[in-house]
């Protein structure tokens, strides 16, 4: 199988964060991704939902992969400004991220993500700029 995103996805396996957290990708496109982790127990605050530092770090990834996906010549993109607004808590047995991809430019882009429950029920929402690291080439003043 011919797998057109097939560099968004071997980035990610190089980030033992990643795997750390069980952060699956269940679909790219142009600009845009689904990714998701299970909910574990060691995953949740005192509430029992899941902890903010993960929800934040399954959107990052979804930003970033969305970014990403535009940008297969680059060596990766990072956060420049992540700002999230937690709505609900997070329960059931997964949660899920759907990001896409505001405004592409050369270096830079603008993306956005939310964070559901399985049963759809909004947890939270993401807004971020990320910065396309280019390969380094000579004549290029802004290159990696």
Known sequence: MNDKFAFARDYQKRIPYIQ???????ELGEGSARLSLPIEAHLTNSLG?????????????????????????????VTIDL??????GGSGNTLIADARVLKDGRTMSFVEAEAKNADGS?????????????KKSGSDPDSG
Do not use: N
């Open 20 to 26: 750390h957290l069980k952060i699956v990708t269940d």
């Open 49 to 77: 939902t899941v902890h903010g530092g993960v929800i934040m770090s399954l959107l990052d990834v979804a930003l970033c992969t969305a970014a990403r996906t535009l940008h297969p010549d680059s060596i990766g993109v």
């Open 83 to 88: 700002s999230t607004s937690f709505i609900g």
């Open 122 to 134: 909004l947890v939270a929402k993401a807004i971020a700029t990320v910065r396309v690291r280019l």
